[in-house]
Every structure is written in C-alpha cells, then in structure tokens.
C-alpha cells in the first residue's frame, strides 16, 4: 500500500511542478522515469553493487540532480 500512496505523491509532485492539477500526461511520464531512477539507485546503493564496482557515489545527490534535470522549476 506504502509504494501506492508514494507513486501517487510523485505524479502529484511532477504535476504540482509542471504546473499540471491533476497531473496530465507529462507528469505521469517524467513520474515513472524518476520513480524507476530512485528505484535503482537505491537498490545499487542498498545492494553494495556501486562499492563492489569501486565507484563512490552520493545518491542523493546524484537523485537530486536527475530530478532538476527533468523536471522544470516550477
């Protein structure tokens, strides 16, 4: 139920950004392309794969970036 209530906060929050209420189209895309993003990054990070590939990484701040990036300021 917890990643239900999360995906519907992201659409909301893409859309909130895109200036979209209620979330359209665009803000369901760039929602799931973030969300798969986060999804991995955090699952590399948790898993140890980024350690063991010998690569330092701030998720977060790597997180960060993506999301400005795609997203537009509002």
């Known amino acids: 139920a917890t990643a239900r209530i999360d995906g519907k906060r992201a659409f ?9 209420d209620p979330p359209g189209e665009e803000a369901h895309r760039l929602a799931c392309v973030l969300w798969t993003f986060v999804h991995g990054a955090a699952t590399l990070t948790l898993d140890g794969d980024y ?16 999301a400005h990036r795609l997203v537009p300021a509002g």
Do not use: N, Q, S, Y
């Not at 909301?12 to 979209?20: D, I, K, N, R, W």
């Not at 063991?52 to 990484?57: K, P, R, S």
């Open 51 to 66: 350690e063991a590939a010998g690569v330092e990484v701030d998720t977060h701040a790597m997180i960060d970036l993506a």
């Open 12 to 20: 909301a929050e893409v859309g909130a950004a895109l200036g979209e």
